[in-house]
């Protein structure tokens, strides 16, 4: 079974950046899609972005398109998320989780989610 740990939230101001982790252990995550979501106080988790097993395909919710990038290492059994231009409306917990199809249509988280990485950004 796979486990998710999600790391290098924190706290940072207005226009600044963060970069996430996602590291796999138990079970390869290689043939995975992998998605980062989100959840702020009071809401809904939200999808972030998405992509594909091999790499070649990413999908972002228009809110970040332009200034989050998601990549991954198979090598490492992680993925990433490189946040830029960051704004209180980013402040969440994020987390990770698996598409098993290994596509980014129709996302399907299918993993258990871990403990999520919480990000503040200050006005």
């Known amino acids: 079974q796979v486990q998710l740990e999600e790391s290098g939230g924190g706290l940072v101001q207005a226009g600044g950046s963060l970069r996430l982790s996602c590291a796999a252990s138990?079970?390869?995550?290689?043939?995975?899609?992998m998605g980062w979501f989100r959840q702020a106080p009071g809401k809904e988790r939200e999808f972030v972005a998405a992509i594909t097993w091999t790499g070649g395909s990413t999908t972002y919710a228009d809110s970040v398109k332009g200034r989050f990038t998601i990549s991954r290492d198979n090598t490492k059994n992680t993925v990433y998320l490189q946040m830029n231009s960051l704004n209180p409306e980013d402040t969440a917990v994020y987390y990770c989780?698996?598409?098993?199809?290994?596509?980014?249509?129709?996302?399907?988280?299918?993993?258990?989610w871990g403990q999520g990485t919480q990000v503040t950004v200050s006005s």
């Open positions: 989780n698996g598409d098993p199809r290994g596509g980014t249509i129709r996302f399907t988280p299918s993993l258990m």
């Open positions: 138990g079970q390869t995550i290689s043939t995975y899609g």
